[in-house]
């Protein structure tokens, strides 16, 4: 028999707290709990949603995303993480989350569906161009943060 998957919002704190070890897969900096819940609830400020996906019970993947307006998109939906556990790659989760995440975008009149992914992350890159995205661009970032000489 297929396992039961089932795709819903994370809502409640425990639901938050259920999702930690699964997000630190995929952002393994986050030190602990209460400062990963702490995050979650400073981005919810900013229109942040997490999409959880639950295999018979139990949390398996997650797609944090947030709708966005801007001059090159239009008003778009920007996926900030998408992580399935280790052991269930490979099972559809991902592709289940990133469905339920456009299909939001879609309920919310978006132009575009966007997403960011490591350079190094070519599984990644192949499962992004098999769910039908392209590779518009590079991203640029530099650190802001002063390294302490203590």
Known sequence: MQPQVEIKHIESDTDLEASFSVMKEL?????????????????????????????????????????????????????????????LHRSGIGERLLLAARRQAIALHCNHFVLDTGLHMALAQRFYFRQGLLAKGMHFVESLKQESTT
Not at 55 to 75: E, T, V
Not at 77 to 86: F, K, N, S, T
């Open 27 to 87: 952002r393994p900096h986050l030190s602990d709990c209460a400062t990963y819940k702490a995050q979650v609830t400073q981005q919810r400020t900013q229109g942040y949603r997490l999409l959880a996906a639950w295999r018979d019970g139990a949390l398996a993947g997650l797609a944090g995303y947030r709708l966005q307006d801007n001059l090159i998109y239009g008003r778009f939906i920007y996926v900030d993480d998408l992580v399935v556990m280790a052991s």
